[in-house]
């Protein structure tokens, strides 16, 4: 069955330190790998996605996430972390059985230290 | 900016007294989508429609209903609120359906049930 694993429910890194959220998956096919950002009361922003080709992906806001299909990893990186991206933050796989879906992990908070 | 609209932000309903939230996008997406999230949770898909195609998911329950009436609009409609329902109400739309496109999301409606 298709999964998507986020083994840390909180990360925790001082301002200026670099920062890793950790995703790992399951699929049968091709994995289309997303990464959702959410501020307290709002909703998902997108930060980046994984469909082909290079396995580092650059996103908004300093993100970048790192594809390894040998791992099964698709890890939310970022070189040097800010407060403001204290947030919860989601990774995602297309589902391969029903495609307009997104099957989400269960989300990792992290908290970002002045 | 193209956006996705989501009012109101905050509603207030009593058990069993029918709600409307409401849901418009200017990025004139062929899809959308209506989630529901509870407690830092992850968002759990409940319908969405493809242009005028209605697709419901299997578990969402008959209390909940959708209306598109235009590519712009989507409302979603709680026929008889129980207090299970509160939680945030995300829509979401994308351009198409499959594996590239990702999903925009609106800010959300938190609902209370009293």
């Known amino acids: 069955a298709q999964s998507v694993a986020q083994p840390e429910d909180q990360v925790n890194v001082a301002e200026g330190n670099p920062l890793t959220v950790k995703c790992t998956y399951s699929?049968?096919?091709?994995?289309?790998l997303f990464w959702y950002v959410q501020y307290p009361n709002r909703g998902l922003q997108f930060l980046l996605k994984?469909?082909?080709?290079?396995?580092l992906v650059k996103g908004s806001y300093g993100f970048e996430a790192e594809f390894n299909k040998s791992q099964t990893s698709f890890h939310l990186k970022k070189p040097s972390a800010l407060v403001s991206d204290s947030a919860l933050y989601f990774c995602?796989?297309?589902?391969?059985?029903?495609?307009?879906?997104?099957?989400f992990g269960s989300g990792t908070r992290l908290l970002v230290r002045p | 900016d193209a956006m996705v609209i989501q009012n109101p932000r905050y509603q207030v309903t009593q058990f069993g007294k029918p709600v409307t939230l409401s849901c418009s996008q200017t990025?004139?997406?062929?899809?959308m989508y209506w989630y529901q999230q509870k407690s830092s949770q992850a968002p759990k898909l409940l319908f969405h429609?493809?242009?005028?195609?209605?697709?419901n998911e299997a578990d969402t329950p008959d209390n909940f209903q959708s209306r598109r009436p235009n590519t712009s609009f989507c409302f979603l409609d709680i026929r008889s609120p129980g207090l299970g329902d509160a939680a945030m109400y995300l829509c979401?739309?994308?351009?198409?359906?499959?594996?590239?496109?990702?999903?925009?999301f609106g800010p959300g409606t938190r609902l209370t049930v009293t």
């Open positions: 979401a739309t994308s351009r198409d359906r499959g594996a590239p496109y990702e999903q925009y």
């Open positions: 699929v049968s096919g091709n994995p289309y």
């Open positions: 994984y469909i082909t080709g290079d396995n």
């Open positions: 995602a796989v297309r589902d391969e059985d029903s495609s307009y879906k997104l099957i």
């Open positions: 990025l004139n997406h062929n899809v």
């Open positions: 429609y493809y242009d005028k195609d209605f697709n």
